[in-house]
């Protein structure tokens, strides 16, 4: 029997589209392995947010041809599509194919198959790639996931490609324009998910506030919502990530009629300071993002809020940067997560004057990461002695390898409980603080693990 080794980086969207790929390779008989252990075929998934990212995916990309010289490297994602001539360069690649080609992933194995049968060289790169605007234009969501797993969460992708074209950013025109899943389809891949005995649902997508703006604005993330909270089996809700600029007014009145969704935002805002801001086009002000997370809070008191900020944005002066610092910690966030300008060729920002120099990047997101420290210290604290819910998972972390889940706002949680509590909800008490954890106790007197 073949193997096969998949390798994700970066965002959730590209980890659902991995377990797709996942579901073609095991339909053609494919034993799934570890990335570190020898394979027939190799998948990596890539990003290219960052210049970093382009880095880390060529460092992946030539590790995994090292390492197994024989196996058809097969690399796709982000990076694939932003230079597929650097990747198609490195020695040992099989084929590069973008995102819209992922569902051509099985005529791509079906040519591995014939060219192993006829004992010839992968004649793979040979093939000519379909990069017309059709198929950026349209996102294919035919490969659903819809296999049993191991995890406790599942992945659901609504919505591929973006249409804000903010001027630092290349997702646009590597995953092409916003477009919208189908509701009913939505509803059955969920129905499948919580057959296969999932509890808890991730909403992912490129850009989840703008969901529906492509088929006459009568459809909102918030539908999806009321539609996926009846299905029995399904017990949590989340999103992965949604835009400030684009939420939906009515999504928080909604939401706090819905039990299954979850208190926890991943509202990314990249620059406190309104005219870089500006000069990115993220089409909100300090003050409109400032009132949502108000909302956000006077709903829902113990939301979790986190976000990305960007440092080092062409033309951010140090009063700028002073700007962002003091309007993050004004905000609260529980977590940052911070990112260095990148210029990324083709997008406008690339081209702007006045770029910051490295040096005083680096210490502004030193200065930056420190704040988000401290911020998710502060929350911690505040949540000590709250009993929250959590669903445990199989993951086992911390210094002493107990059982591991999240809270409702998005808490990482500890718990010395047994096995058998793996996949199930559990009201716990937050007892004391252990790194960025949160040790638990169960609030109903779980015995604690004999193993």
């Given at each position: ?113 014939k060219s192993w049968r006829e004992k010839t060289d992968s004649p793979l790169l ?257 949540m000590l002695g709250k009993t929250m819910n959590v669903l445990v998972e199989e ?57």
């Amino acid at each position: 029997m073949p193997t096969a080794a998949l390798i994700t980086l970066g965002c959730k969207v590209n980890q659902y589209d991995t377990q797709a790929m996942q579901e073609v390779m095991l339909r053609n008989g494919y034993t799934i392995v570890g990335e570190n252990t020898s394979a027939d075929v190799c998948i990596i998934n890539t990003c290219t947010v960052t210049n970093a990212a382009d880095q880390k995916a060529r460092q992946v990309i030539r590790r995994a041809v090292r390492k197994n010289p024989d196996t058809e490297i097969l690399v796709t994602g982000c990076y694939a599509e932003n230079d597929r001539e650097a990747i198609e360069a490195i020695p040992g690649v099989s084929l590069v194919f973008g995102n819209r080609e992922k569902a051509d992933l099985q005529k791509y194995i079906e040519l591995i198959h014939k060219s192993w049968r006829e004992k010839t060289d992968s004649p793979l790169l040979q093939i000519e790639p379909v990069h017309h605007d059709a198929v950026r234009e349209h996102a294919n969501f035919s490969m659903s996931v819809d296999e049993a797993g191991k995890h406790t969460r599942a992945l659901i992708k609504v919505q591929d490609g973006c249409s804000a074209f903010c001027t630092y950013c290349i997702i646009p025109y590597v995953r092409g324009r916003m477009t919208s899943r189908p509701l009913p389809d939505i509803v059955q891949e969920a129905k499948q998910i919580a057959a296969n005995g999932y509890k808890e649902l991730v909403i992912t997508g490129v850009h989840l506030g703008a969901y529906g703006l492509d088929i006459g604005r009568q459809t909102t993330i918030a539908d999806i919502l009321e539609h996926i909270h009846p299905i029995d089996g399904i017990e949590r809700i989340r999103f992965s990530s949604i835009e400030a600029m684009n939420f939906p007014p009515d999504l928080v009145d909604r939401m706090a009629t819905l039990s299954k969704c979850m208190l926890h935002f991943h509202l990314p805002l990249q620059s406190g300071s309104d005219k870089i801001l500006r000069q990115m086009r993220r089409r909100y002000t300090r003050a409109e993002f400032s009132r949502l997370v108000e909302k956000l809070r006077v709903s829902f008191p113990d939301v979790g809020i986190t976000t990305d900020v960007m440092v080092g944005f062409p033309g951010e002066t140090d009063t700028d940067f002073e700007d962002s610092l003091q309007f993050v910690e004004a905000i609260g966030f529980n977590q940052l997560h911070v990112f260095r300008y990148s210029p990324r060729r083709g997008t406008p920002a690339a081209d702007y004057p006045n770029h910051v120099p490295p040096h005083v990047s680096a210490e502004r997101s030193k200065a930056m990461i420190a704040l988000g420290k401290r911020l998710g210290l502060e929350f911690r604290k505040r949540m000590l002695g709250k009993t929250m819910n959590v669903l445990v998972e199989e993951s086992r972390e911390g210094t002493d390898g107990h059982l591991a889940g999240f809270t409702e706002n998005y808490l990482r949680v500890l718990m010395d409980v047994p096995d058998s509590a793996v996949n199930r909800i559990l009201p716990v008490k937050l007892t004391a603080l252990e790194d960025e954890f949160i040790r638990a106790e169960a609030a109903n007197g779980f015995p604690p693990n004999t193993n």
